[in-house]
């Protein structure tokens, strides 16, 4: 089944340790997003990649990096963890940037 | 701008009884309307979408209506089952755009 997949499903770090998240889809999809998820809240858009057009949110932090090396592959890179950032982190994809998007299974990150 | 309002939870049922929360959007154009489901520590799973006004989207035994003259995409289902608790978001996209705007949400707990 084609599907977007996210490793790892949970993330321990601890604060201010650099910490890298995974995405992979075998939709062959042109957009890559990525969301973060606080407890009962909706997710929020950090940023994406069209192709290799990355496009960042405006109220994203500094902290938060990105990097599409490939069609299939996107991480997300965050560079000193805060407290705050402890969250779940949502990769979706689309065929493009006005199709329905599908979305992982998620990582949950917990920062000690 | 893009939102959407969505029926405040919790909202707890027996098992057999009828589902509808409430979704209301404002937005320029004629957007497109999803309600996604998220399973405890799950991603987001389509449910349904609707792309035009008076297309029904329906999946699982769950409908939703676009409604232009309410601006509104209302979830029903006729009969629920214990498996689906979870929570539902309502999202638009506007027409040619990548960015989803949810709903904050709306928890149900369906009890055998």
């Known amino acids: ?112 | 701008g893009n939102s959407v309002t969505q029926m405040e939870g919790p909202v707890t049922l027996s098992e057999e009884a009828f589902l509808t929360i409430n979704c209301t959007y404002t937005a320029t154009g004629y957007p497109s309307l999803f309600w996604y489901v998220q399973y405890p520590g799950e991603g987001l799973q389509l449910l349904l979408k609707a792309t035009k006004a008076d297309d029904k989207g329906s999946n699982k035994g769950f409908e939703a209506t676009y409604r232009k003259e309410t601006t509104s995409f209302h979830l029903e289902k006729g009969s629920v089952q214990v498996s689906d608790s979870a929570v539902y978001f309502c999202a638009l996209s506007p027409l040619g755009d990548y960015k989803l705007s949810f709903g904050a949400g709306t928890t149900v707990t369906v009890r055998a």
């Open chain 1, 1 to 112: 089944d084609a599907m977007v997949i996210q490793n790892p499903r949970y993330q321990v770090t601890q604060f201010g340790k650099p910490v890298t998240l995974s995405c992979s889809q075998t939709l062959n999809h042109n957009v890559m997003y990525w969301y973060q998820q606080k407890s009962s809240q909706a997710p929020k858009l950090l940023f994406h990649y069209y192709d290799k057009d990355f496009n960042n949110e405006a109220d994203t932090p500094d902290n938060f990096q990105s990097r599409r090396p490939n069609t299939s592959f996107c991480f997300l890179d965050i560079r000193s963890p805060g407290l705050g950032d402890a969250a779940m982190y949502l990769c979706a994809t689309s065929r493009d940037s006005y199709n329905e998007q599908f979305f992982g299974p998620g990582t949950r990150l917990t920062v000690l």
